[in-house]
């Protein structure tokens, strides 16, 4: 990276997720650090860094109005979890990455089974990945197909910012395919960029 005296004063984390909000020199070459070089970082970094804003005016509403926190971010993949319990908090997750799913891909899949899930604790909340099951309500011969999705929780709130179709539900094999994720040991992962955490390079 160079010597200490040609390093700006403000540190480039070049998108790390795991240092978005710390003083850390990253390499310019995101290919070049193990965790959190991925592309697609930069993206959630500036969504969480909103998200965070949008909790605190939310907060301090709540405190203000002693009511629940209603929701205004412009966002599909966000949504409320209240007091729900465990198992109605992971059929929301898996409703609200197929409303993103949909929204994006203009399709009308439903929710048809909820399959396994893994949570691991990070620095800015518990991160997810699931997969379920989900078939298109428009199509009455549709195969049952198996999705994946990523889910961050933070607070009261979960987001959702990457749902992927894996295809057909039968023609996935019985064992989980990690696709190098080091964090899950039973969930089908898909290939190539896209989910954020816990993919490590060879």
Request: with cysteine.
């Amino acid at each position: 990276m160079g010597t200490s005296d040609i390093l700006p004063e403000k540190a480039d984390t070049h998108g790390c997720l795991y240092c978005c909000s710390r003083d850390i020199h990253h390499p310019a070459d995101i290919c070049s650090f193990r965790s959190g070089g991925e592309p697609h970082f930069d993206t959630l970094c500036s969504k969480l860094k909103e998200f965070n804003k949008y909790l605190e005016k939310g907060i301090l509403r709540k405190r203000k109005d002693k009511e629940d926190l209603s929701l205004r971010f412009p966002d599909l993949g966000l949504e409320y979890r209240g007091n729900n319990t465990c198992t109605d908090m992971i059929a929301r997750n898996a409703s609200v990455a197929l409303r993103l799913f949909n929204g994006e891909k203009g399709s009308n899949f439903e929710l048809v089974k909820i399959g396994r899930f893994e949570i691991v604790v990070l620095g800015f909340g518990f991160l997810q990945h699931m997969n379920f099951e989900a078939k298109n309500k428009d199509d009455p011969d549709a195969e049952v197909m198996t999705f994946f999705a990523e889910v961050i929780r933070r607070a009261r709130y979960f987001f959702v910012d990457f749902c992927q179709c894996l295809g057909p539900s039968f023609l996935l094999p019985d064992e989980a395919e990690l696709k190098g994720c080091c964090y899950c040991k039973c969930i089908h992962h898909p290939p190539g960029p896209g989910y954020l955490i816990g993919r490590e390079l060879d």
